[in-house]
């Protein structure tokens, strides 16, 4: 009888646990859903070569060679940090990257790998990736400016390479 009656306790604290998860879900797909209609209404006005992004890099100079060393630095770091989400030749969880470097400015890039959270924000071309990653939000994986860099110098080299 005690044992019945336990099961049925732990049954029923479940099935209120869980309705209360399905009222906190709900809400979220109201605030996802304002989100997207935000995103939709903003209108870029710059041209996806013009925007520098939102964050700490205001201009990134970059060789004409790529430093190979670096590239393979980025490539580990993108393996360790982003290939998660990101492949190189297809759309996954985030965007294909192949051609990022040609779709992109190098502050942009940086700025996204860096900053996140106010690029998804205030930044129209992330905003519309966002919508077109099903509201997965790219997390922000803590990197310093030189490891984006090193990312960066590995996308250069991809692309070059493809």
């Not at 790529?66 to 985030?94: P, Q, W, Y």
Request: charged letters at 30%; proline letters at 3%; a negative charge.
């Amino acid at each position: 009888m005690k044992l019945t009656f336990k099961i049925l306790s732990v049954f029923l604290i479940l099935l209120a646990t869980s309705c209360g998860e399905k009222e906190e879900k709900e809400q979220t797909t109201l605030t996802d859903t304002e989100t997207v209609e935000k995103a939709k209404s903003t209108k870029a006005e710059v041209s996806d070569l013009e925007n520098k992004g939102i964050g700490p890099i205001k201009s990134v100079q970059l060789d004409a060679e790529i430093d190979g060393a670096m590239a393979t630095r980025g490539a580990e770091l993108f393996k360790n940090m982003c290939s998660a989400c990101h492949k190189m030749d297809k759309k996954f969880i985030g965007p294909e990257l192949a051609g990022v470097t040609e779709r992109r400015t190098p502050e942009w890039i940086m700025n996204m790998i860096l900053n996140p959270e106010n690029m998804i924000k205030e930044d129209p071309i992330a905003k519309k990736l966002l919508i077109e990653s099903n509201m997965a939000v790219m997390a922000n994986q803590g990197l310093s400016e030189e490891e984006a860099r090193a990312i960066l110098e590995y996308f250069r080299q991809f692309d070059q390479e493809n």
